[in-house]
């Protein structure tokens, strides 16, 4: 089977498939194109911005921050090589979904596994580690606090304030039970459940639940997790938190980058505000306000003047919480970064930032698209080829599917193009007449053409109709097939979590995942695992 659908025949943003296909209209909105020859390059121009303070400062905070988790011997050697000057990062980052959340957190994380190794390879003097940033400070609660296992959503329910990383893991117990219910007695649903529940009742909080997991998941390959809600590593970051209040530096660049991006026909993915920091404490996580001189904290009574603000900055730049559009910013100055990995739609904002980010003196690091799959089985397989089908038909929508495989496997043609073709010929003929006979018959012979046109398309669809009806089991087998690899019309990898494989395939499915994956290949990938 062919084992990838190219990005051009996919619903991927326009702005990322020009990107990839470096079209000019693109060239001004990132640094290098994503290659292991310009990570070489990025490499040695973010040697020069980065110094050895912020290195010792990154190495300190990382090991503070690993004091109480067990890892493994490649990830103690990954943190080492961190002291050195010519080890640099590949970072992908992800919210702190329950359970890890959809199934392409897997994806982002095993595409910085394989990059990194990919350049390691070609490297004699340089080496790269690979980060997975933990978003612990945001607080879209609603957006992450279940996960889908097979046909049931596992869902966390409790009261939300502040950022999610520090939420207690109150409540978890009982999620674990409910998923317990729908597991089966197989020795991978024990494997899952164990894991879930080390994960979610022996932690504090839903940042050490998640590291944990991480960890378990990816640690014997060397991955590093970071929490950027670090007071060290936000007093590194504080000169710039310090500009954005002060001067507000983060819209002027964004407002000019976006409308060339719109004039160029690309979509603005996030929109700036004019602070982009949240003010920050346990249960509060809110938008600082520019209001006059003075700075407000929206939703509540907190106000601070530009010297207050400025004070509380220099005492607590723990309270100060880059948003979206500033959060690269953030990575880039505590990381020797040389590429960020992530989604389409994640990375558009990023093309959004080169303009400020020359700004700050900082280069923009390499955009690169994450794997994106499709994972079959082999009995799923075999069903696509006895459908007569291809693994791309399945991209289409449902009812797209069904008319097109109804048309092909019909003894009756029900494409009446030729029919509409030699209509439109008849008619040319009439209105050649009717100009030479009076002008105004004109309006009546397009009525009537179209009128017999549309009865033409009434009776195709309806024949269509009707022969669907005869071909029912057949349709019916088709459209199961596409509600599994495709559920609710969703990319399976947007929809499931990583369990619902798990459960089929146990320790082999990351394993399986690194193996077949390639970093520099760029569109959905088709995995199939055979049993």
């Known amino acids: 089977m062919d084992d990838c659908l190219p990005l051009e025949k996919t619903s991927f943003p326009r702005l990322i498939v020009d990107y990839l296909n470096q079209k000019e209209s693109t060239h001004k909105f990132y640094n290098r194109l994503p290659s292991l020859e310009n990570l070489s390059q990025q490499a040695a121009e973010k040697k020069q911005k980065f110094s050895k303070e912020q290195r010792a400062i990154l190495v300190e905070r990382l090991k503070k921050q690993y004091q109480n988790t067990e890892i493994s011997s490649k990830t103690e050697e990954n943190l080492k090589a961190l002291s050195q000057e010519n080890t640099f990062t590949i970072t992908t980052g992800h919210q702190l979904n329950l359970f890890t959340g959809p199934l392409y957190f897997l994806y982002k994380i095993i595409s910085v596994l394989n990059l990194c190794e990919q350049w390691n390879d070609s490297q004699d003097d340089s080496n790269a580690v690979p980060i997975f940033w933990m978003a612990s400070e945001d607080h879209d609660f609603d957006e992450i606090n279940f996960f889908r296992f097979k046909n049931q959503v596992i869902q966390w329910n409790r009261d939300a304030e502040g950022p999610v990383g520090r939420f207690s893991l109150e409540g978890l117990d009982e999620v674990s039970k409910e998923f317990k ?9 024990e494997e899952l459940l164990k894991l879930f529940q080390k994960a979610y009742t022996k932690h504090d909080n839903l940042a050490q639940a998640t590291r944990f997991l991480a960890n378990e998941l990816f640690g014997k390959y ?28 983060c819209d002027q660049h964004l407002q000019n980058t976006n409308a060339e991006l719109k004039n160029a026909g690309y979509h603005i993915q996030v929109h700036q505000r004019e602070i982009n920091l949240f003010y920050l404490k346990d249960k509060l996580r809110q938008r600082i306000i520019a209001k006059g001189n003075a700075f407000a904290i929206d939703e509540t009574d907190l106000e601070f ?22 959060r690269p910013l953030y990575q880039e100055v505590v990381l020797p970064n040389l590429a960020y990995i992530g989604g389409a739609g994640e990375l558009s904002y990023w093309f959004q930032l080169k303009d400020y980010f020359e700004s700050q003196d900082l280069p923009l690091p390499i955009i690169w698209l994450r794997n994106s799959v499709l994972l079959l089985s082999e009995k799923q397989v075999k069903k696509i080829k006895n459908l007569g089908r291809q693994i791309p038909d399945f991209f289409q929508s449902k009812s797209d599917l069904k008319s097109q495989h109804a048309r092909e496997i019909s003894e009756i043609d ?7 073709e030699h209509l439109k010929k008849q008619f040319l003929d009439l209105y050649k007449l009717a100009k030479q006979t009076d002008p105004s018959f004109e309006g009546a012979v397009a009525a009537q053409e179209q009128k017999q046109m549309n009865g033409l398309e009434h009776l195709e669809k309806r024949l269509l109709k009707a022969e669907k009806r005869r071909l029912n089991d057949e349709l019916n087998r088709l459209t199961e097939l596409k509600e599994k690899l495709f559920p609710q019309e969703n990319l399976q990898e947007r929809f499931e979590n990583f369990s619902s494989f798990y459960a089929e395939y146990g320790q082999d499915l990351i394993p399986k995942l690194k193996e077949e994956l390639k970093p520099t290949q760029f569109g959905i990938q088709f995995i199939e695992f055979k049993y």
């Open 181 to 189: 219910k729908n597991l089966d007695s197989s020795k991978q649903a």
């Open 222 to 249: 060397g991955l590093i997790i970071i929490d950027g809600d670090d007071r060290e590593l936000k007093k590194s970051f504080s000169t710039y938190a310090k500009d954005e209040l002060l001067k507000q530096s």
């Open 305 to 326: 003047s530009e010297k207050e603000i400025i004070k509380e900055l220099e005492d607590h730049p723990e309270r100060f919480s880059p948003n979206a559009v500033m």
């Open 414 to 420: 029900i494409d009446f193009s030729t029919q509409k």
